[in-house]
C-alpha cells in the first residue's frame, strides 16, 4: 500500500545512455514532482506537473523530460547521461500543498 | 530568489534532552512551511505542515513555529529518542508548484 512509489531503487549505467526512472502515485494527487538530490544531499525541484500544466525549472538541462501516461504516473527519461547526473532522484505527490515523497531512486553514471 | 538556511548543520545530544532546529528564508511571500525526516539511504517523511497564516502546529512530541515576518522557523523535538536521529529538513512553498528546500540539519540522539 505504498504511496509514492519508484523504480528501479538503484541505476548504474554508462555515460551516454538513455535511461528512464518510473514514478507510481495511489494517493489521488493531482500534481507530481521530480527532484534531484545531490551529494551535498541538497535537494531541488526539477519538474512539477498536473494533468494541465508542466512547471520546469529552468536550470534542468533538457536532456531531462518527464513524461505522464496518467494521472498516477510520472516517469523521467533522461537522455545522452554524463556523470555529473549521478545522484538520488525523487519523486514525489501532493495534494493540497502537502508533499509526499517516493523512496528515491539512486542513479550512479559511470 | 528564495534561499532557505538552516541551522545548525549538524546536532548531537544525549537522549532525553529538548531540541530547536533552525529554518529561515529570504521571502516571506510564501505559502507554506512544510518539516520532514530523512533516514539514511531513504525517502523523505513529512512531519508538519504550517500553512502561512497559521503560527504552529504540533505533532506528538513535535512542534513547529513559523514567523513569516521575519522568515524564520523553529521545529521543537521534546525527550528525544535515539530514534529520531536523522536529518530534518525544512521547505517552504513560493508559488503554486515550487518548493525550496532547506539544506538540512543532520541529528543524533545519543544513547
Known amino acids: 500500500d505504498t504511496a509514492v512509489s519508484q523504480t528501479p531503487k538503484y541505476l548504474v549505467t554508462q555515460m551516454g545512455n538513455d535511461k528512464s526512472i518510473k514514478c507510481e502515485q495511489n494517493?489521488?494527487?493531482?500534481?507530481m514532482y521530480w527532484y534531484k538530490q545531490d551529494s551535498k544531499k541538497f535537494l531541488k525541484i526539477m519538474f512539477s506537473?498536473?494533468?494541465?500544466?508542466?512547471?520546469i525549472n529552468e536550470t534542468v538541462p533538457n536532456r531531462f523530460s518527464p513524461k505522464s501516461p496518467d494521472k498516477a504516473h510520472l516517469n523521467l527519461h533522461i537522455n545522452s547521461l554524463e556523470l555529473g547526473d549521478s545522484a538520488v532522484y525523487f519523486c514525489?505527490?501532493?495534494?493540497?500543498?502537502?508533499?509526499?515523497f517516493g523512496p528515491g531512486t539512486r542513479l550512479t553514471v559511470t | 530568489k528564495q534561499e532557505v538556511t538552516q541551522i545548525p548543520a549538524a546536532l548531537s545530544v544525549p537522549e532525553g534532552e529538548n531540541l530547536v532546529l533552525n529554518c529561515s528564508f529570504t521571502d516571506s511571500a510564501i505559502y507554506n512551511l512544510q518539516w520532514f525526516r530523512q533516514d539514511p539511504g531513504k525517502g523523505l517523511t513529512s512531519l508538519l505542515l504550517i500553512q502561512s497564516s497559521q503560527r504552529e502546529q504540533t505533532s506528538g512530541r513535535l512542534n513547529a513555529s513559523l514567523d513569516k515576518s521575519s522568515g524564520r522557523s523553529t521545529l521543537y523535538i521534546a525527550a528525544s529518542q535515539p530514534g529520531d536521529s536523522a536529518t530534518y529538513l525544512c521547505?517552504?512553498?513560493?508559488?503554486?508548484?515550487?518548493?525550496?528546500f532547506g539544506t538540512g540539519t543532520r541529528l543524533t540522539v545519543i544513547p
Open positions: 514525489a505527490s501532493s495534494q493540497y500543498h502537502e508533499q509526499y
Open positions: 521547505a517552504v512553498r513560493t508559488g503554486a508548484n515550487n518548493l525550496f
Open positions: 506537473y498536473n494533468n494541465k500544466e508542466l512547471i
Open positions: 494517493l489521488g494527487h493531482d500534481t
